[in-house]
């Protein structure tokens, strides 16, 4: 059951490793594998001082996000010889951050990666004691729970390479990706036509929903 793999991520071992660690580990493993990595993103708020479109956006500003943002080689992002099947859980209405981020993996699919949307209402049954975790599975033994800190700000990464709950997870969240919608088909329907996201927010104050 998909719930019950999730659940197995909090109990498993694992090796919490620093940002700079986790992004050189990862970076290294993305660089030479192949095959599917996936990614399951659950929050609807993260913190992205390092991304000048994200800035413009929480600063108010939504034409210089949007011009900054068609600035990005997203391309250049992806693994060499991997596919990126992204899984987003969205809740909806978008917080400012996820109608942000929707309009980024749009441009992202269109670039080559493969991600998709799903309701969050599909995965309520599997949240009973708590959201799902962030997720992202680079092979069949080794997966990252991402790490955040209270302001959604990403802090590293929590090594796992427990082979049966690495399967577990993989399995759930392939299934769930199944059911779910092509980003820019998503993205056309229900993003594009809103108004810009909340004008003036508070740098050092997102919240989360």
């Known amino acids: 059951m998909p719930g019950e793999a999730f659940e197995h991520v909090r109990q498993a071992a694992g090796e919490v490793l620093p940002v700079v660690e986790y992004r050189t580990e990862l970076y290294d493993h993305l660089r030479r594998m192949e095959g599917v990595v996936w990614k399951l993103e659950r929050a609807q708020h993260f ?42 859980i969205v809740e909806m209405p978008p917080t400012p951050y996820l109608q942000w981020e929707i309009v980024l993996l749009a441009a992202r699919t269109r670039a080559g990666e493969r991600a998709r ?15 799902l975790p962030e997720l992202l599975i680079v092979d069949r033994d080794l997966m990252y729970e991402i790490l955040y800190d209270e302001i959604g700000a990403h802090v590293g990464g929590r090594r796992i390479t427990d082979t049966r709950v690495v399967g577990d997870c993989t399995r759930a969240v392939a299934e769930l990706y199944a059911g779910a919608e092509d980003m820019v088909a998503f993205h056309d329907r229900e993003v594009a036509r809103l108004p810009p996201p909340g004008t003036g927010r508070i740098l050092s104050r997102p919240g989360h929903p």
């Not at 949307?117 to 959201?131: D, F, I, K, Q």
């Open 47 to 88: 913190h992205e001082p390092d991304t000048p479109s994200w800035v413009a956006m929480m600063s108010g500003d939504w034409d210089r996000s949007l011009s900054l943002m068609a600035e990005m080689r997203f391309a250049d992002d992806l693994p060499p010889r991997a596919e990126l099947r992204r899984l987003r």
């Open 117 to 131: 949307a799903l309701h969050a209402r599909s995965v309520r049954r599997l949240e009973t004691r708590a959201p």
